[in-house]
């Protein structure tokens, strides 16, 4: 039994000095405006997972109207879909997703991110992949306004 997900996100920049992707922090002349740390790839990630389980998205579970998740870092939200995920019975088989990124440079960044991800997942190394791509300069994200994620995920039952 395997089901197919599919998570999208964006994260418009404001004026700061960091940004947070898959956990990790990358030095930025701007920062993400977001309710929680604003980790557009792993909200990405958490919509595709709930996408293949048929339940809704990140919203739906974690309201940007409850305080409790002001701040919130979002490997906590992902770590509690995975919990959702295996309580239904289903395991994740692999997740693949592009960062699409006018700026920063994704590249020397790539591996902590599948580290931080697999770790959260309890995968196997090799399950996870994350790209970067820029937007050509046009667009949004070609003039730096922000960034977009996709994501998808195969789930399966053992
Ligand atoms: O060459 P192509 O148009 O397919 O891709 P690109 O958007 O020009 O990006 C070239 C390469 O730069 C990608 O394959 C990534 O390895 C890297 N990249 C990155 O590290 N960080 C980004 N924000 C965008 C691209
Ligand atoms: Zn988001």
Do not use: W
Request: hydrophobic residues 45%; glycine residues 10%.
């Amino acid at each position: 039994m395997m089901r197919i997900g599919h998570g999208f996100d964006v994260h418009a920049f404001k004026p700061g000095n960091h940004i947070v992707l898959g956990g990790v922090q990358i030095a930025h002349t701007h920062s993400f405006e977001a309710h929680s740390d604003g980790d557009v790839l792993i909200h990405a990630i958490c919509d595709a997972i709930l996408g293949a389980l048929a339940m809704g998205d990140i919203g739906k579970h974690f309201p940007d109207t409850d305080a409790q998740y002001t701040n919130i870092d979002s490997r906590i939200l992902l770590r509690d879909i995975v919990k959702l995920m295996q309580a239904q019975g289903y395991q994740l088989g692999n997740l693949d997703s592009t960062i699409v990124a006018q700026v920063p440079k994704m590249a020397p960044h790539i591996a902590a991110m599948v580290a931080n991800i697999e770790a959260d997942l309890q995968l196997e190394p090799g399950s996870v992949n994350i790209k970067g791509k820029t937007n050509e300069a046009i667009g949004f994200v070609g003039r730096q306004e922000g960034i977009a994620v996709t994501s998808v995920a195969l789930l399966y039952r053992a």
